[in-house]
Each structure stands twice: as C-alpha cells, then as structure tokens.
C-alpha cells in the first residue's frame, strides 16, 4: 500500500470513528421510555457511510479529469517528416524547389534539441478517395497515368529515374518519384490532422514536399501538384465534422490552387498575403487583386492582400495583420487554423524580394496562438510551402517551431529581442501596407465589420 492510500485508509477510519460517536450519542438522546421498545438507530450510519463513499467517487472522477486535462497539457507539438520526400527532383539543372529543402529544417530544429520534444508523426500515402475530396477524377487519372510508377516494377529503373518529365507546367518538373512524392506529403498532412484530432499532439509542423498551394482542383502548376492543405482541410471536415476551418497563406507568392478550390465556400475562410504587383508577379493571376473575394455563397471569405510592392517585411506584415487577418480570423471563429508557411517572404530568398525575418513569422504564429486562446481554441498546424533560401527557411521554421511550443517573443536565440507588444508598437510600416489595409477594407468591408 502507498503512503498516498494509508493516508487515505487513515482519514475513512478516522471519519468512521467520528461517525460512531456521533451515532451513539445520537442514540442516547433519542431513547424511549422503558415501557415502550427501543427504537434501532442505524440509518445515520448507513446514511454517513454512504455519502462517504459517494464523495470519494466523486472525487476519483474529479481526479480522473484533472490527470486528463494534464495529460492534454503535457502533448507536445507534432511534426511529420519523411526521407522518402527527398526522391522528388530535378536531375539534369539545379532547381529551387530541391530536397535539401526539408533537410535543411529537419537538421536545423535537430541541432536546436527541439526535435527532442517533439512527437513524430509518420507519414504516409494519401489515398484516391481522400484526393478527390479537392480535385478531379480527370486530373487524378492523369496524374497516376503520367507520373505513376509501372505496376510491375517496385523500382524504377536507373535509366528512368534520371529523366526528368514535363507533362503540366513548364516550371513543374517530375520524376519516375513524383507521384508518390506527392502523395506521400499530401499524406503526411492528414496524418498529422489524425494526430491532432486523435489528442496525440497539441499542434502540428509539417516539413513537407512538394508544396500544394498552387495546386488547382484539375492542374499541378508552381511546383505543386496535390494541394496539402486545401485536401487536410476537407478530410477534417469530413472526418471529424469540423464546421470552419481557416487557411493563413503567408508565402510570398498568391495561393491560387487553394483560392480556387474554396472561392464559393463558405465553411473555409481562406486568407492570402502575397506579392503581386498588379498581377506581374507569379503566378500572374488576376484573382489575386483585392477584389476577388469569393463567388455564390463564398462570398467575403476569400481574402487577398496583394502588395504591389517588394521589400515588404516585419513592420508591414504586422499592419496588415493586426488590422486585416487577425480581426477577421478571430470574427469567424475557426475550429481549425491551418498555415501555409510559405518562407520564400523571407530575407534573403532567391524568388521572393520580400524581408520577413524569423521574429516576424514568430510573431504572427504567437499572435495566431493568441487568437486560439481569446476565441474558441482552434487546432493550429503549419505546413510547409515554398521558400527556397536554405537558411532563411531553417531558421524561420525553427521560430515558428519555438513558438509553437510555448516559447514568446523575445526570443534571444533567433536574434528576436522585442516582445510581441514592441513590435507592434515600434513598427513603421511603409506607405504600401497602409494603403493595401485601405484597399482590402474596401472590398470586405460589407462582409466584416473591421
């Protein structure tokens, strides 16, 4: 027996003790006259008794949520990363999206110890049914048709596996690897959402390609070719009956895929800050003006905010966030947030021309995290998109991760000296953020009360 259950044992014989003095006393006073018989008192200490072992029911129940609730604060973050993503690439030049991508994130937070306190969630294969939650049988067929590995071959062969293919966009190459690249990190996502849903993680980073967001419903185009997030989304909402799910696109380029698949969607809000330029910028769409803000019954839940400017980093980020994206999430109330942590917004990024630095993702991740706590506790998880400098991606991931599991702003090993409150205080935001805000709120305005 524990200390813990004779200390228990000790206090029940001391209330029984008391609870037979107090019945024997209760007696005495309560006898009858000699002519008439004795009545027999022991209904108090059935009754007595019986209370006591209710009360220590209901205090094992009351235990029992208490260790539950511990439990669920002790999960950690999760992360999802599979070597088997590395088999998707280019073989005859140097491309940016590259597997050294997800190496250079996965080694970076195992250097930082972060890996450590992390639950590993494995990955794997996304199935069709689950695919066709967002694109088409038509393009699916494709797909397995053009990039599919041959039935009777575990392997490809050397001299296909070096053959680099073409079949969808001229920027998109492929692989004799593709498809199961593509499906492996589409699968990745919906594994950690079953993690996620299933309380073995609190939130989850998914270090993951090839990306998705520029994957459209019937197209593979901007080194995308399943969408991760847009296919997470709907499994959850299928799966686990989540109501409103929020998509934060923070990759410097716009999110077309995602935009289209949800642009009359109403259940999705989905939010895109990008450069654009009027539309010269990649992928040269014209929805991603501020003026393309859903269709039907979608309406006001497709939100743009297009740059027409670059060098656009911390200061401008942190206007247009606090009062565009974080006043509209925290109105819509999701159940789930997912991020597409696109770091090509990144300083130092090849494509982007934006200057975003690690404090500036960890401090929208920590006010997202904010939001989750003000309003109805949304699910957050961060999947990796673009961003094709090796250390601004590392390093951003690893903000991000710090943030995600509990760490604030300042942050004094990312070089993050200022607390979420000083940033936002000190920001001096160019001309542009100011009137892209203006912009934006002219169009939503009848939508969100801002």
């Keep these: 027996m524990s200390a813990e259950e004779y200390k228990d044992l000790q206090n029940f014989?001391?209330?029984?003790?008391?609870?037979?003095?107090?019945?024997?006393?209760?007696?005495?006073?309560?006898k009858d006259p000699p002519t008439k018989p004795k009545k027999k008192v022991q209904k108090p200490q059935k009754v007595r008794r019986s209370n006591r072992i209710a009360e220590m029911k209901k205090k094992a129940l009351q235990d029992k949520k208490i260790k539950e609730l511990e439990m669920k604060a002790k999960l950690k973050v999760g992360y999802v990363f599979e070597e088997d993503l590395s088999l998707h690439k280019s073989h005859r030049v140097s491309h940016v999206e590259r597997p050294e991508r997800i190496w250079s994130i996965y080694l970076q937070l195992l250097k930082a110890g972060l890996i450590d306190n992390m639950y590993k969630v494995d990955g794997d294969l996304i199935n069709d049914e689950n695919i066709l939650l967002c694109h088409s049988e038509e393009y699916l067929m494709k797909f397995n048709k053009v990039v599919g590995i041959d039935d009777d071959a575990q392997e490809p062969a050397p001299a296909k596996r070096n053959k680099n293919m073409y079949h969808f966009q001229f920027d998109t190459y492929e692989n004799k690897w593709s498809n199961h690249c593509a499906k492996l990190s589409a699968g990745c996502v919906i594994e950690t959402v079953d993690a996620l849903y299933t309380d073995?993680?609190?939130?989850?980073?998914?270090?993951?390609?090839?990306?998705?967001?520029?994957?459209?419903?019937?197209?593979?185009?901007g080194f995308c070719f399943l969408n991760n997030v847009a296919i997470a989304a709907k499994y959850a909402q299928s799966k686990y009956g989540v109501k409103k799910v929020c998509i934060f696109d923070w990759d410097v380029h716009f999110g077309d895929g995602t935009s289209s698949i949800f642009k009359s969607d109403p259940s999705v809000l989905f939010i895109s800050t990008h450069r654009y330029e009027g539309g010269a910028f990649y992928p040269s769409s014209p929805l991603g003006g501020e003026d393309n803000v859903g269709t039907d019954e979608g309406e006001g839940f497709n939100i743009n905010i297009p740059?027409?400017?670059?060098?656009?980093?911390?200061?401008?980020?942190?206007?247009?966030?606090?009062?565009?994206?974080?006043?509209?999430?925290?109105?819509f109330e999701p159940e789930l947030i997912f991020i597409s942590a696109g770091f090509d917004s990144a300083e130092?990024?090849?494509?982007?021309?934006?200057?975003?630095?690690?404090?500036?993702?960890?401090?929208?991740?920590?006010r997202i995290m904010n939001l989750c706590q003000e309003t109805s506790k949304p699910k957050m998880i961060a999947v990796l998109e673009g961003g094709y400098n090796l250390e601004s991606i590392s390093n951003s991931s690893e903000a991000v991760v710090r943030v995600?599991?509990?760490?604030?702003?300042?942050?004094?090993?990312?070089?993050?000296?200022q607390t979420v409150e000083q940033m936002r205080e000190n920001a001096k935001p160019d001309t542009e953020a100011l009137e892209v805000v203006e912009r934006v709120k002219s169009n939503i305005g009848k939508f969100w009360d801002l």
């Design 200 to 221: 073995y993680i609190k939130s989850g980073f998914c270090i993951v390609r090839p990306p998705g967001h520029h994957a459209h419903g019937s197209s593979a185009s």
């Design 348 to 366: 130092g990024d090849p494509l982007g021309g934006f200057s975003l630095t690690p404090a500036g993702y960890a401090y929208m991740c920590q």
């Design 307 to 331: 740059f027409n400017k670059e060098g656009m980093g911390n200061d401008e980020y942190i206007h247009v966030c606090e009062n565009l994206v974080f006043p509209v999430i925290e109105k």
């Design 404 to 417: 995600l599991q509990g760490e604030k702003l300042p942050i004094e090993s990312m070089n993050a000296t």
């Design 13 to 30: 014989e001391e209330d029984k003790s008391c609870a037979s003095t107090e019945i024997s006393s209760v007696m005495e006073e309560t």
